[in-house]
């Protein structure tokens, strides 16, 4: 293995962190009559992910070069899907860049797999999250990552259509947030609000999550995944120089601490002072910006990014709660779809390249177009299929119980000690 | 209405792509690849609309 891959593998181990960081957010931001259930959920989630990504995932994103069909259409080739072996057969797993490749891969699918659980916290069940989870693994994201990273059709619009240089994404800001919170859109519309968020009379009840401590703790870890995924795309999906990791580095913890910052002053403001919940989610959607920009704008415009997306966090959780009566306990919609999509657009507009190549703006636009009117049509298809095959709700008697105890059969936190003697002396 | 909001999800889509294929300047296709997100986001809002929960429901 060349020096470069070896740093490229550190990277990629950085990732799981990230999914531990907002997997303690999920979990911190329910109830803790669920919170065994929510981090088990990210657990099978992650497991379901990895097989599913395996077994078909990468037979359908390939790698850029690699075999792949293609449509003609007036004259030009649209790649739309690879044509690999399944479960990774002939795929020499080495060091190679496709090999790291896989591996970033089947740790982002799990990744983007693990955002909808946020939205369906505390009535979404364990089976049928499992589920839609190797829909998402297995088709949803592997077909746009084909798409983005694997020489697909978007990557293509600057080299077929002259618009830049084609549609560009370092780290995921589109296959990984945005694919996962559009899914979250989906999932959260099919599920429905939990009882009792939406009472007849007066606004909205606020349920406030159980462990603030968790999802701050989560944000930190964050930080460290997201370093990773970041810089791992950077260099495997743009061809970014090793050295320029640290200017993703940069860019990735000035965007995350302008989003945070945004949110304390904007809720500061609003409510008199900063709100926990709120200020942990305008740090992830600073992450999550900073993912389509790290590696092609300066620092000074990573922050304008940050600031933009914690903005953007604020309201649209707030907007979504109400008028929209959708009920994200996780913020997952505003955090991963809404700052993922201003991210693609935010490289259209701040990025500068070498050779001044025009229409990277558009290229942006269009991929935005197809993460709107493409994929969240079929994850919600394929949601709603499965929701009809199997329902994805919890029964209201397990919403009573909370979902420890009525999937799991115990708590996360009982408060009680059984002792053997007290049996045996009976 | 879910149903028309998902078609009108794919028409703004279709709508974008076929603006980049068969338009060649950037402002023609800028302004369709715009209009077509214009027709996604109705489309959004017509699946959201569908979804609203009645008042107390679930209460």
């Known amino acids: 293995m060349t020096p470069a891959s070896v740093l490229c593998l550190f990277f990629v181990f950085l990732v799981p962190l990230a999914a531990a960081g907002l997997s303690l957010i999920n979990t911190g931001l329910g109830r803790s009559r669920s919170a065994a259930h929510a981090m088990l959920a990210s657990l099978c989630v992650m497991a379901v992910a990895a097989i599913a990504y395996s077994f078909c995932g990468f037979a359908w994103q390939g790698f850029a070069g690699g075999a792949a069909h293609s449509l003609h259409v007036a004259g030009k080739e649209w790649n739309w899907i690879a044509a690999e072996p399944l479960f990774l057969r002939g795929r020499l797993l080495d060091g190679s860049p496709a090999s790291l490749a896989v591996l970033l891969q089947m740790l982002s699918a799990g990744l983007a797999a693990l955002i909808p659980l946020g939205s369906g916290a505390d009535r979404w069940r364990l089976g049928a999250s499992c589920a839609s989870a190797a829909l998402l693994a297995g088709w949803t994201y592997p077909l746009f990552a084909h798409w983005v990273w694997g020489g697909g059709w978007l990557a293509q619009l600057g080299a077929n259509y002259g618009l830049g240089h084609g549609f560009l994404d370092a780290g995921g800001a589109s296959c990984i947030q945005a694919v996962g919170g559009l899914t979250a859109l989906s999932v959260t519309l099919i599920l429905g609000p939990r009882r009792g968020k939406y009472p007849t009379y007066g606004t909205p009840a606020a349920i406030p999550g159980y462990d603030a401590v968790a999802v701050l703790l989560g944000c930190f870890l964050t930080l460290l995944g997201w370093l990773g995924l970041n810089a791992a795309g950077a260099i495997l999906f743009t061809g970014a120089e090793p050295g320029r990791a640290v200017l993703v580095a940069a860019n990735t913890t000035l965007s995350a601490a302008a989003g945070v910052l945004a949110t304390v002053a904007i809720t500061g403001v609003r409510f008199g002072r900063p709100d926990a919940s709120l200020c942990a989610n305008g740090w992830v959607g600073g992450l999550v910006a900073s993912s389509a920009v790290c590696a092609f704008v300066t620092p000074a415009a990573a922050v304008a990014i940050g600031l933009v997306a914690g903005v953007l966090v604020t309201f649209t959780v707030a907007y979504i709660e109400w008028p929209l009566s959708i009920d994200d306990p996780g913020g997952a919609i505003s955090v991963h779809a809404a700052s993922g999509l201003w991210g693609v657009l935010a490289l259209g507009i701040f990025a500068r390249f070498p050779d001044h190549v025009s229409g990277q703006w558009l290229a942006q636009v269009v991929g935005v177009a197809t993460l709107i009117g493409f994929v969240l049509p079929l994850t919600y298809s394929l949601n709603w299929l499965l929701n009809r095959l199997y329902s994805q709700r919890v029964a209201p008697e397990g919403e009573r119980q909370g979902m420890d105890l009525y999937e799991l059969g115990a708590g996360a936190y009982p408060e009680f000690v059984t002792h053997n003697e007290e049996f045996t002396q009976q | ?59």
């Open chain 2, 1 to 59: 209405m879910k149903l028309l909001g998902v078609l009108l999800l794919a028409a703004g889509w279709a709508i974008a792509v076929a603006a980049v294929v068969l338009l060649k300047t950037a402002p023609e296709r800028g302004a369709f690849v715009v209009a077509g997100i214009g027709v996604e986001v109705l489309g959004l809002v017509l699946v959201v609309r569908a979804h609203q929960p009645a008042k107390g429901e679930g209460e």
